[in-house]
């Protein structure tokens, strides 16, 4: 899966074991330069992380229910009722992405 936003292309991973979802983006210290999905997730937390990323979660249709900004190291997101897939970004993606929008992504060429 990939995210194409104003002609950059971010690969979408997609976590899904226990390891995974539990670590995320800790202890990530170069740049994020792809996105990370978490299925059936409604709620996450930043500790261990080094630097500030975006967030947003969809509804199990993509509809962009809640999106947080810059969310810095050592944070907490408490559940979202609508919320079905949560996804990590580079900070300042958001920026184009609006509540209520649909969140498009794209399956690999």
Do not use: S, W
């Not at 990530?28 to 500030?52: E, G, L, S, W």
């Not at 967030?55 to 997101?77: A, C, G, Q, S, W």
Request: aromatic content about 16%; hydrophobic content about 40%.
């Amino acid at each position: 899966m990939i995210l194409n936003l104003n002609d950059k292309i971010y690969e979408i991973k997609e976590y899904t074991t226990f390891i995974e979802r539990l670590k995320g983006l800790m202890f990530v210290r170069r740049p994020i330069d792809y996105v990370v999905r978490f299925n059936k997730c409604n709620a996450i937390h930043t500790f261990f992380m080094f630097q500030p990323i975006d967030i947003i979660m969809t509804d199990k249709e993509h509809n962009i229910v809640y999106i947080h900004r810059k969310l810095k190291p050592f944070r907490i997101i408490l559940p979202k009722k609508k919320a079905y897939y949560t996804y990590e970004l580079p900070k300042d993606i958001t920026k184009y992405f609006m509540v209520k929008n649909k969140f498009i992504i794209e399956e690999k060429k």
